[in-house]
């Protein structure tokens, strides 16, 4: 079972304080959501767990190791941050082939990755032509690639359809079921309430609540009434 | 793979020149000093293409570890490039008289070509932008020269004649009246690679420091 340990996670960008000591544990088996207003910090943290972002102090690791510090690194976390970081000349499905190669993993994994995000038909097409919602398919087939234990997801609802929102849930539920752990940034309230078992509040930089969904809508009816009375008076962009 | 192919048209295109010159190596191998444009921009685009179209983060999502990435780029970009400069100077020098100089000049000539792609990308990881990155390399190819002649003070512009790549392929493909070139092939080779490893090293530095 691999969690996700964020410690003490502290980052400035020139004057303003992105995090300020960002500290969680996300648990295998369920969704976690990653919740809180804009510029809370929520993207920066993901960035550093996967190591794009250099931490002014403290740690991210993935069962116990730092990403960059992870041999094929995709087969231990895969990860939906940017939807459009791809190549927009090359097809979604050699996107995902050089990932595979670069993954040691063979060309058959792309494949069943292509069709388990439903961009079977379409991924011998120029992926620079996909709209957000197919862009966001390959971003889950490129995280799905390595059949990795964690999952990092920002907005992953963000430009897909209706059945495509479906189809999101219900994957993500199914990660969950399967073992894995999944941390899941979004503003969806009702989203997270349906899918999400955990979810961890975060405002200026840090953690407000870090709570069970169900101990959560106990006491404040919803998950959004949850959220909206935590996060009351933390503006995010400072 | 464009800057790459246009480069080996410009400089195995020196052959046209004929030989009824003075120095007729220096005369054909003057496709080199057009080719290393498109060999810095084949060098430049090998990184600052990623940037430009996003793909850089799922790049190092996939490679985290930054040094490794960017050598991993140098020794493809410098598997592309050899063979191009190998065969496009070997053609530049077709049906010359064979020679010390003549082959001296041409090795150095494609050792130069690889210094500049890799100059090219070490210049990318620096400003992490093509059109800064080649502005950069190309002033110092092209525009520097001019400027250098320009310069009033003779022991400046003596200074930087030897410390600049302005004009490295001039000393590097001259064969006659040699003694009138501020630097002799090696040294402005040598130039060259201190440049062209300054900047990888300052790349490789900022690469591994820098939020992606």
């Known amino acids: ?5 964020v410690n003490g996670l502290r980052k400035r960008f020139g004057p303003s304080v992105a995090l300020d000591g960002m500290t969680f544990v996300v648990q295998p088996g369920r969704v976690t959501g990653f919740v809180g207003p804009n510029g809370a910090g929520k993207s920066t943290t993901l960035r550093m767990i996967l190591g794009l972002d250099r931490p002014d102090a403290g740690t991210a690791t993935i069962d116990g190791r730092r990403y960059a510090d992870l041999p094929c690194p995709m087969r231990h976390a895969g990860a939906l941050l940017d939807p459009h970081a791809l190549h927009p000349a ?3 499905r050699n996107h995902l082939r050089w990932l595979a190669r670069s993954q040691d993993l063979p060309d058959s994994r792309v494949d069943e990755v292509l069709n388990r995000s ?5 991924g011998r097409r120029a992926a620079g032509g996909y709209s957000l919602g197919m862009r966001q398919r390959l971003g889950v087939a490129a995280a799905l690639l390595g059949d990795p234990p964690v999952l990092l997801l920002d907005e992953p609802f963000n430009g897909l359809d209706p059945a495509g929102i479906v189809w999101m849930r219900d994957l993500l539920r199914g990660l969950a079921e399967d073992g894995r752990s999944v941390l899941v940034s979004s503003h969806l309230m009702s989203e997270l309430q349906d899918m999400a078992g955990h979810v961890v509040v975060v405002g200026h930089g840090r953690v407000i609540a870090d709570a069970g969904v169900n101990e959560l809508i106990g006491a404040y009816s919803s998950l959004e009434a949850a959220y909206l009375d935590l996060t009351a008076g933390v503006g995010g962009i400072r | 793979m464009v800057p790459l192919a246009l480069a080996l048209l410009l400089i195995a295109g020196g052959v046209a020149l004929g030989r009824d010159a003075v120095d007729p190596v220096q005369l ?6 057009l080719g290393q444009a498109a060999v810095a921009a084949a060098g430049v685009q090998m990184l600052a293409a990623e940037y430009s179209s996003g793909l850089i983060r799922a790049t190092l999502l996939a490679v985290p570890r930054r040094l490794d990435l960017l050598a991993a780029k140098a020794g493809l970009l410098t598997a592309f490039v050899a063979p191009i400069a190998v065969l496009g100077v070997g053609v530049a020098v077709l049906g010359l008289t064979p020679s010390g100089d003549l082959v001296r000049a041409a090795v150095v000539s494609v050792l130069h070509l690889i210094l500049i792609g890799l100059f090219g990308l070490g210049a990318a990881a620096v400003v992490r932008n093509s059109a800064a990155a080649l502005g950069i390399v190309l002033s110092l190819l092209f525009l ?7 310069l009033p003070d003779p022991d ?7 410390t600049t790549p302005a004009t490295a392929v001039q ?3 001259t064969t006659v009246d040699t003694a009138i070139l501020p630097l002799g092939p090696w040294s402005a ?15 490789a530095f900022l690469l591994y420091r820098r939020d992606a």
């Open chain 1, 90 to 92: 090359r097809s979604g």
């Open chain 2, 28 to 33: 054909r191998l003057l496709g080199v000093r």
């Open chain 1, 118 to 122: 439903g961009l079977a038909a379409a």
């Open chain 2, 144 to 150: 520097m020269p001019m400027l250098l002649r320009m």
């Open chain 2, 171 to 173: 000393a590097m493909t």
């Open chain 1, 1 to 5: 079972m691999t969690t996700i340990e």
């Open chain 2, 156 to 162: 400046w512009q003596r200074i930087l004649y030897r």
């Open chain 2, 189 to 203: 080779l040598g130039v060259v690679a201190a440049w062209a490893g300054g900047a990888l090293v300052l790349g």
